[in-house]
T-cell receptor
Framework: QKEVEQNSGPLSVPEGAIASLNCTYS??????FFWYRQYSGKSPELIMF????GDKEDGRFTAQLNKASQYVSLLIRDSQPSDSATYLC???????????FGAGTRLAVHP | DAGVIQSPRHEVTEMGQEVTLRCKPI?????LFWYRQTMMRGLELLIY????????DSGMPEDRFSAKMPNASFSTLKIQPSEPRDSAVYFC????????????????FGSGTQLSVL
C-alpha cells in the first residue's frame, strides 16, 4: 500500500462547478496535511493546509480532514480554467515531520 | 528574495556519466529537501537536511546517489554512474525550520532540474 493515495485523474469538471479531490494516507502519526498545486512544467506551490478534524475554508478552497478514516479532501468551488493543474496531497510523516507527497490528481476545468 | 535556485535547469547525459545537481536554498532557511518526480512514482522524497546535517536519507534509491550540504547556502545531489531510469525532474525545496512544518510552514520549491539519461 502506498503511503499516500490519490486518484490520478484526469478529473474533468465544467467551469463554475465544484471539484472534489480526495486523498487517503497510511501513517496514523501524520499531524498536518497540505495541498499543493502544480501547473504543468512548474514546481509545486502550497494552497492549503489543515491539521484539525473537520473543514477549513480559504476563499474558493475547502479542505476536509477525517483522521479516524485517514482521509483528507480538497473542494474547489466555482472552478475556473486557471484551476486546471495537478493537486498533490502531502501529509507530514516521520519524527521530523517530513512531507510525503501523493502522486497527484490532475484536474481539468473546461469552459 | 530570489527563492530556491537550482542548476542546471536541464541536463542531458549518457548512461554511466556522473551528474551533479546544485541547489541554493532561501537565505535563512534551515531545512533543505531533495525530491524526485516521475510520472510513474510521483514526487518522492530522497533526502533532507536540517542545519546542514542529513536527517533522513532513506529515500535515496541506491548507493549511486549521494547528497551533501557543505554550508547553509549550498547543496548538491550527485548520481554516479547515472542510468536511464534516473531520468526525472529533481526538485530542491527549503523551509525556515524543520519542526515548523508541523505548524503549517510551507516548503519553497526550486524550479527543478530536468534530467535525461540516454
Amino acid at each position: 500500500q502506498k503511503e499516500v493515495e490519490q486518484n490520478s485523474g484526469p478529473l474533468s469538471v465544467p467551469e463554475g462547478a465544484i471539484a472534489s479531490l480526495n486523498c487517503t494516507y497510511s501513517d496514523r502519526g501524520s499531524q498536518s496535511f497540505f495541498w499543493y498545486r502544480q501547473y504543468s512544467g512548474k514546481s509545486p506551490e502550497l494552497i492549503m493546509f489543515i491539521y484539525s478534524n473537520g473543514d477549513k475554508e480559504d476563499g474558493r478552497f475547502t479542505a476536509q480532514l477525517n483522521k479516524a478514516s485517514q482521509y483528507v479532501s480538497l473542494l474547489i468551488r466555482d472552478s475556473q480554467p486557471s484551476d486546471s493543474a495537478t493537486y498533490l496531497c502531502a501529509p507530514t510523516s516521520g519524527g521530523y515531520n517530513k512531507l510525503i507527497f501523493g502522486a497527484g490528481t490532475r484536474l481539468a476545468v473546461h469552459p | 528574495d530570489a527563492g530556491v535556485i537550482q542548476s542546471p535547469r536541464h541536463e542531458v547525459t549518457e548512461m554511466g556519466q556522473e551528474v551533479t545537481l546544485r541547489c541554493k536554498p532561501i537565505s535563512g532557511h534551515n531545512s533543505l529537501f531533495w525530491y524526485r518526480q516521475t510520472m510513474m512514482r510521483g514526487l518522492e522524497l530522497l533526502i533532507y537536511f536540517n542545519n546542514n546535517v542529513p536527517i533522513d536519507d532513506s529515500g535515496m534509491p541506491e548507493d549511486r546517489f549521494s547528497a551533501k550540504m557543505p554550508n547553509a547556502s549550498f547543496s548538491t545531489l550527485k548520481i554516479q554512474p547515472s542510468e536511464p531510469r534516473d531520468s526525472a525532474v529533481y526538485f530542491c525545496a527549503s523551509s525556515l525550520t524543520l519542526r515548523g512544518i508541523l505548524h503549517n510552514e510551507k516548503l519553497f520549491f526550486g524550479s527543478g532540474t530536468q534530467l535525461s539519461v540516454l
